[in-house]
């Protein structure tokens, strides 16, 4: 893995292999590269075809974040208010002690289930993502958490219609003759998929964006149809009843295709049949004459392809969203192409060893149930639960949610089959949470309706321990603070959700400061707690090459050792052009081995069983609309990932402080006008910050990208202040955008 060479200035330089650990599709294999034990650049990885030596500015620009001046270096324990940021250094025997002896004497007195792990994914390598941290909170017997606040709408979307979560090749998309980019921004957010985007542009393929937004992707397509938040399921049910209704004269349907790879054509058809253009463009308000036009290009490409993502999720209906666009490609036989199809995520291809990592047969089991599983999406609700069973509301046992595991077996991340004790309308264990552990993960930043997460953080009789690299906005409120490390001071082996190859990252630094790896601090906390599982030995090297099975069929005829010589390696699935082609011939995971445009899952479980469309929570057709006319939308910022790289001056530097864009008309009916300061706000909370006024919105959508830290200079108030902890249908999912609020000009 280590590779020599001469820098410019005579200095012997080790070049090593890594992984990018951050949220995104791409998941670029790295080139560390090391002078003098320093890590003086980070490259992107020529041999890896995915990568193709190209880095985002965030990972380029990487020892900035490595060997930022206000990274944790030692232990902290809080000496200020709650919020208030002030620590002063302990030793790691300290911290872990005190942590330890929290943890016994809460356990002792309200039971373990009072502590909850609360992990995202700040770091997505396997083992750092979820290993010796899952065996920890298992073994003690704390609340599991269930981890939905991304991608669970999507996933049990998908996974009811296709059967796993798996899709086109992202680099075919380079030989697509149509892309569909349908609530996604890939420049931002998945720039490996748009540079091939861009290739298929070249060669003459059109480019449609679907997105409430001019992204900077939508921007550089042929087409844009800005489509009202939350409505895409009406949109896919109208191209539908265009491709059915006039296949006799196009020929759009690919009849064989259907009646040997897919079930419940017939009811479809019905279903379809009352989508006309008009119904939906009175609800999307995309005009008629887009909607059959879009359909037609659909139907008369075969080598159309579909990047949808989770923007299009994060609504009251986003898991029916998802599951309604992926049946597009089964009507009109695009899978049969590698260049056609649709991809939300490829987790679903690894073979993964979850239950080896992360142990949940260490569980204690109480009358037969495991303990409870908490809701991430909901933080805030559930930090305020009280022993009292009074306070369960009914209201607030709806939002916990119900989480349906068979239908959801997870997410974009850890893909464990969790055994749940559901939450549903106040039933459940509502007991409150008295110890917190944050790590991977900023939630005061990047949950929903942050008033209510930062006043259970500001409680006194909250314990709570914040594992992170920076003092983030999480980090203030916490009792100990521990310093975490960054990918190039740790070994991992990472998976992918945009592509279908293993990378392998391996240590190229000594650890800066005392900073410790996930695996290492709970290895070191549970001797402190005197847990005597042998899995609490196990090394990461150990965990590395176990964490994937290596003689399922996708790695057959390959190795570990391959793995450690490339830093890459592709998983065995059918091909077609030398490409990944997932549903050529059928091959869908769903129990009729087929793409359910019927699901009788879904009916089993109440649900629709077909396609259909759902209203968000807070949409036009909600008592909320008439107050607040404005639907608020606020994606990802380029430079940032969520909430990390924020404090990086030169990446927050080129967006400024954040804003807020509205639509001309929409500015005009508030005489608002271009940089001036404006407060946006709903009964959740409010924001003010300058307004841009912009056709880059559509009429009654207001955008404000997201990322930036709170109280940033030139703002006050903060994103997730307005949004909603309401659920989505499917895998009870956040509804990031599904939020209304109102802009005014009088501060
Ligand atoms: N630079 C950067 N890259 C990232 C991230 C980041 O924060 N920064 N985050 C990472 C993570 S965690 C994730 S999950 C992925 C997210 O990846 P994506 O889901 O692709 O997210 P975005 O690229 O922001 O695109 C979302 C788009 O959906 C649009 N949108 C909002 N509501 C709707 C709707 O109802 N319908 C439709 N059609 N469009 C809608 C928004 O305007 C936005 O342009 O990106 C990952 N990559
Ligand atoms: N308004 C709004 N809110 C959103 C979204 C949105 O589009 N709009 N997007 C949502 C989505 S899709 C997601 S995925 C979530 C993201 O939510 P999170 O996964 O919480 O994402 P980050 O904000 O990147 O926070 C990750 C934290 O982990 C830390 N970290 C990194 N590596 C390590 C490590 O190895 N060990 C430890 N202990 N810590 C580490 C980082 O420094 C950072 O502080 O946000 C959601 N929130
Ligand atoms: S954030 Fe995405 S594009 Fe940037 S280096 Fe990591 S995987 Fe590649
Ligand atoms: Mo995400």
């Not at 500015?57 to 324990?77: D, F, M, N, S, W």
């Not at 039971?111 to 396997?126: F, K, R, V, W």
């Not at 991992?492 to 392998?504: E, F, K, M, P, Q």
């Amino acid at each position: 893995m280590r590779t020599s060479t001469v820098g410019s200035s005579g200095a012997a330089i080790s070049i090593i292999k890594g992984a990018c650990p951050h949220d995104c599709p791409d998941t670029c294999a790295l080139e560390y590269h090391v002078a003098d034990g320093k890590l003086i650049e980070v490259k992107g990885s020529t041999t890896h075809s995915v990568t193709a030596g190209v880095l985002c500015t965030k990972v380029a620009k990487y020892p900035l974040r490595t060997y930022h001046p206000t990274r944790i270096q030692t232990p902290l324990k809080r000496v200020g208010a709650k919020g208030e940021g002030k620590f002063v250094p302990i030793t790691w025997d300290e911290a872990l002690t005190t942590i330890a002896s929290k943890f016994k004497a809460i356990s002792a007195e309200h039971g373990a289930e009072a502590i909850l792990p609360y992990s995202y994914a700040g770091n997505m390598g396997m083992l750092q993502y979820g290993s010796m941290d899952r065996r920890f909170f298992h073994s003690i017997g704390a609340s599991q958490l269930d981890r939905t606040i991304c991608a669970s709408a999507g996933a049990a979307g998908l996974t009811v219609t296709l059967g796993s979560r798996l899709g086109t090749d992202m680099e075919a998309f380079a030989h697509s003759e149509l892309i569909i980019l349908w609530g996604t921004n890939p420049i931002t957010s998945n720039l490996h998929l748009w540079s091939r985007c861009q290739e298929a542009k070249r060669r003459g393929a059109t480019l449609i964006a679907i997105d409430p937004y001019r992204s900077l992707s939508a921007e550089k397509c042929h087409q844009w149809l800005p489509i009202k938040p939350g409505t895409d399921a009406a949109l896919a049910l109208a191209m539908m009843h265009v491709l059915i209704r006039d296949d006799a004269e196009t020929h759009a349907l690919d009849h064989d295709y259907i009646a040997k790879y897919t079930l419940g054509f017939d009811a479809l058809k019905a279903r379809a049949a009352e989508w006309t253009p008009q119904r939906a463009s009175d609800i999307c308000g995309i005009p008629v004459a887009d909607i059959e036009a879009l359909a037609k290009a659909y139907g008369s490409t075969k080598k159309a392809a579909i990047r949808l993502n989770y923007g299009m999720q994060r609504h009251g209906g986003g898991g029916m969203a998802v599951r309604t666009v992926a049946c597009l490609p089964a009507l009109t036989g695009a899978w049969r192409e590698a260049s056609g199809g649709a991809l939300l995520s490829t987790s679903g291809a690894y073979p993964m060893n979850s239950a080896y990592l992360e142990r949940p047969d260490l569980m204690p089991k109480h009358d037969g149930k495991l303990p409870r599983m908490v809701n991430m999406s909901a933080l805030g609700d559930a930090l305020a639960w009280s022993a009292r069973a009074s306070v369960c509301s009914l209201s607030l046992g709806e939002r916990v949610g119900v989480r349906d595991v068979a239908l959801d077996p997870d997410l974009d991340r850890s893909d464990t089959p969790s055994p749940v004790t559901p939450h549903h309308r106040g039933e459940g264990n509502q007991q409150a949470i008295k110890a917190l552990f944050v790590y991977n993960s900023n939630p005061a930043a990047v949950a929903p309706d942050s008033n209510q997460v930062l006043k259970g953080f500001a409680r006194d009789d909250l314990f709570m321990v914040v594992h992170d690299v920076f003092i983030t906005d999480t980090a203030r409120y916490a009792d100990i603070v521990l310093p975490a490390t960054t990918s190039p001071e740790h070994d991992d082996i990472n998976r992918s959700y945009g592509h279908y190859d293993l990378v392998l990252n391996r240590r190229a630094i000594d650890p800066v400061g005392e900073s410790l790896p996930n695996t290492e601090l709970f290895r070191r906390l549970a001797k402190k707690m005197a847990l005597t599982d042998p899995c609490f030995d196990e090394t990461d090297e150990s965990m590395i090459q176990h964490a994937f099975d290596w003689s399922h069929k996708t790695l057959a005829g390959q190795s570990f050792a391959t793995l450690e010589r490339d830093g890459v390696l592709r998983l065995n699935y059918p091909k077609k052009d030398g490409f990944i082609a997932p549903f050529v011939e059928g091959g869908f995971g769903t129990p009729s081995g087929k793409c359910e445009f019927y699901s009788e899952a879904l009916a089993k479980r109440g649900f629709d069983p077909l396609p259909t469309y759902i209203a968000p929570h807070e949409g036009e057709a909600s008592d909320l609309f008439t107050e607040f006319p404005l639907a608020l939308n606020t994606p990802p910022a380029r430079n940032f990932m969520n909430s990390t790289f924020a404090n990086i001056e030169e990446l927050a530097k080129p967006h400024g402080p954040p804003t807020v864009q509205l639509n001309p008309l929409d500015a005009a009916a508030r005489k608002v006008t271009e940089g001036q300061k404006v407060r946006v706000f709903n009964s959740r909370g409010a924001m003010k910050l300058a307004a841009c006024v912009t056709s880059d919105t559509r009429p009654g959508v207001a955008t404000i990208l997201w990322g930036h830290w709170r109280n940033h200079p030139g703002a006050e108030g903060f994103v997730n202040d307005l949004t909603s902890q309401a659920l989505t249908d499917l895998g009870g999912g956040a509804t990031f955008y599904d939020c209304r609020v109102e802009v005014t000009a009088t501060l």
